[in-house]
C-alpha cells in the first residue's frame, strides 16, 4: 500500500500562496493518480484537483481554476498543489488521495489518504 504525508499548510493573507506537498512512501507514486480534496468545517469533503499518472491530464474545480496548478515529480515520489491568490474561502484541511487506474473527483474512488494539512488564509 501506498502511504501518503502532506505538507506545507500554514496561515497566509488573502493574496498570497502557499505550495502543499504530498509525499509518497511504499510504493511509487507513478503507479497511481492522485488528488486534492479539502475540507472545511461543517461542510463536506469536495474536490480540488486531480492528476493523472504521467501528469498529462489534470483536473480543477471551477472554484480553483487559474489560482491553484496541481502538478507531479515522479521522481521524488511526490505530488504538489500550488495554491496563489488565496482567499479565505480556501481555508480548509487539504488533503491528497490515490488510486490506481484513471482521476476521479469522487473521494470514494480513492483508497489511499494522507492525514491532511491544513491550510487559512486571513482576510
Request: glycine share 8%.
Amino acid at each position: 500500500q501506498v502511504q501518503l504525508v502532506e505538507s506545507g499548510g500554514g496561515l497566509v493573507q488573502a493574496g498570497g500562496s502557499l505550495r502543499l506537498s504530498c509525499a509518497a512512501s511504499r510504493r511509487a507514486i507513478s503507479a497511481y493518480a492522485v488528488a486534492w480534496f479539502r475540507q472545511a468545517p461543517g461542510k463536506e469533503r469536495e474536490f480540488v484537483s486531480a492528476i493523472s499518472t504521467s501528469g498529462t491530464i489534470t483536473y480543477y474545480a471551477d472554484s480553483v481554476k487559474g489560482r491553484f496548478t496541481i502538478s507531479r515529480d515522479n521522481a521524488k515520489n511526490t505530488v504538489y498543489l500550488q495554491m496563489n491568490s488565496l482567499k479565505p474561502e480556501d481555508t480548509a484541511v487539504y488533503y491528497c488521495a490515490a488510486r490506481r487506474d484513471t482521476t476521479s473527483q469522487a473521494p470514494a474512488a480513492y483508497s489511499y489518504w494522507g492525514q491532511g494539512t491544513q491550510v487559512t488564509v486571513s482576510s
